[in-house]
């Protein structure tokens, strides 16, 4: 049996068991508590899994692991960054906003401020950054379906990315948040599994002696010591000091990215109570951490066993890489069909991976856009669970049709790059928001809406004109050349100027209500009030 035979059931048996899952969760649904939120019933285990299920996207196992055999040691920064990103996700928002919100990020910032410019500009930003983080599960999908069936044509690739984005719109608009939610754990198992399962192998080939590793990792890329040494990828003597800013830039989008993550920040409110939030998080830090540290071993493991040129032959961008390894090194150590049954599993646990990250996103986006924009901007609140869950899922069709044209497009990008500009989008917009709606009392309307829109904007219009899009081989429009800023990473720009823009419109209007802020400090900071909130 071929690796695409058997990497084709695999794959079909997760779809079926996952569309079980999930048409048993749409039996449970019943309202937008249900809908939105799991009817709060995931418990902080549970909701842990799940978070590491959202957050370990293709751009980790895929992204990560082709851009760390490329690049060596500037690739493993990426690991660095979404490890770290936890840390301040934990200290700054997770108990907060769950204390605080109900069903969105924007609840938060409404909560004190005039809701509908609050909710009109949380929900711009929200369905943008969820689009670009779709954007790289759906290039990594077509990826590995190129590497699977032997498809290299640009129309194979693209029909493949159409049937994922079917699948993910399947899961939100049937499951809601219970069934995205099981999808997602049962995912983070077989991710966690096949991840260890390939780190094993290949530590072994070398004795368990990382040393011996990434000696023979640098030897065959072809660059020898430079490629366990920072400066391969960021910081080169061609790219000067450009390099080194853009670097710095990349760490501050990924350490800040994850707290203004709109499907992450949804993931909080699933669970019952602060303290259940509280130990979700801490698991899912334990699952990540791990999962990170894996993703060096897989990085280098393909460049000691696979090569750069063998990567690079099958996918420029180096998004097959781990799948790659698995079945080199499962062909040297338990022969042929050993190999094919290693690619088959791995393979079928990046679609698995692909598809619960899909529906996370699909999810946020869909939700933000039915919950702030339709029942409280449009609606202004006069609107039944029935027709919001309903709006839900009619948008969810349209922001999957718009990931799949963009994702389309985007093809030969590496997916853990384009996360990157997710986390730099969502750094730049929701996150000056978020924290000084939590943590500063003269915050008002035009703050709020001035750090989502000042963020946001000058993220979209950095990358617009930044290498990424053109002027470069690896650009989406590499004919063209429009390209002025000369960072690939907006985040070292972006960021303050959302923050910036936050206090300066916040400095010029007056409007703000210290009873509210007393309100929402004690809430998010004790959870007294949270159930009741959470129950209207």
């Known amino acids: 049996m071929s690796h695409q035979t058997l990497s084709t059931i695999l794959f079909l048996l997760f779809v079926a068991g996952t569309l079980g899952i999930t048409f048993w969760a749409s039996r449970n649904t019943k309202d937008a508590t249900d809908y939105y939120a799991g009817g709060r019933s995931f418990s902080g285990v549970q909701n842990g899994l799940a978070i590491g299920g959202d957050y370990m996207s293709a751009a980790s196992f895929l992204g990560i692991a082709g851009i760390i055999a490329l690049s060596g040691y500037d690739g493993f920064l990426y690991s660095i960054g979404f490890l770290v990103a936890w840390l301040v996700a934990l200290l700054l928002v997770a108990e907060l906003m769950r204390n605080s919100g109900k069903f969105t990020m924007a609840d938060v910032l409404a909560f004190r401020m005039s809701p509908r410019p609050v909710r009109t500009a949380a929900g711009v930003s929200t369905i943008t950054v969820s689009i670009f983080y779709l954007l790289a599960q759906m290039v990594g999908a077509g990826a590995l379906v190129g590497l699977l069936l032997g498809v290299t044509s640009p129309t194979g690739k693209a029909l493949t990315i159409v049937g994922v984005g079917i699948l993910m719109i399947v899961y939100v608009v049937v499951g809601g948040m219970k069934g995205t939610t099981w999808v997602q754990i049962v995912k983070a198992v077989l991710l966690m599994g096949g991840a260890t399962l390939v780190t094993l192998l290949v530590l072994g080939r070398y004795g368990f002696n990382l040393s011996g590793l990434l000696g023979d990792a640098a030897a065959q890329s072809g660059k020898g010591d430079a490629f366990i040494n920072s400066g391969l990828k960021y910081g080169t003597e061609a790219q000067g000091l450009a390099g080194k800013i853009d670097l710095i830039s990349l760490g501050l989008a990924l350490v800040l990215g994850t707290a203004g993550l709109p499907h992450i920040l949804i993931r909080f409110y699933t669970v019952p109570t602060a303290k259940e939030a509280r130990k979700s998080v801490l698991w899912g830090i334990g699952i990540i951490g791990t999962f990170y540290l894996l993703t060096l071993v897989l990085g280098f493991g393909a460049a000691a066993l696979v090569g750069g040129k063998a990567i690079l032959a099958q996918d420029k961008a180096g998004n097959t890489a781990a799948p790659m390894l698995a079945e080199a090194v499962g062909r040297a150590i338990f022969g042929d069909v050993g190999g094919t049954i290693l690619l088959a599993i791995i393979a079928a646990v990046a679609f698995a991976t692909i598809l619960a990250v899909v529906a996370g996103l699909t999810l946020a986006s869909s939700s933000s856009f039915a919950h702030d924009l339709y029942a409280h901007v449009f609606k202004r609140g006069n609107v039944t669970d029935k027709e919001e869950i309903l709006v839900a899922r009619i948008s969810a069709f349209v922001i999957g049709a718009v990931s799949i044209g963009l994702g389309i497009l985007a093809q030969g990008q590496n997916v853990a790059f384009l996360v990157a500009l997710a986390f730099a989008v969502a750094a ?42 053109s002027g470069s081989a690896t650009a989406l429009f590499p004919d063209a050349n429009f390209a002025w800023f000369p960072l690939s990473n907006p985040g070292i720009v972006s960021i303050p100027i959302g923050f910036l823009a936050g206090f300066i419109g916040a400095r010029l209007s007056k409007e703000y209500s210290a009873e509210k802020y007393a309100e929402i400090e004690v809430r998010s900071l004790t959870g007294i009030g949270a159930e009741k909130a959470a129950s209207h």
């Open 428 to 469: 730049s917009g929701n996150l000056p928001a978020i924290l000084y709606s939590l943590f500063w009392k003269k915050f008002n309307t035009a703050g709020a809406v001035s750090a989502i829109y000042g963020g946001l904007a000058s993220a979209l219009i950095l990358v617009i004109f930044s290498p990424v899009v």
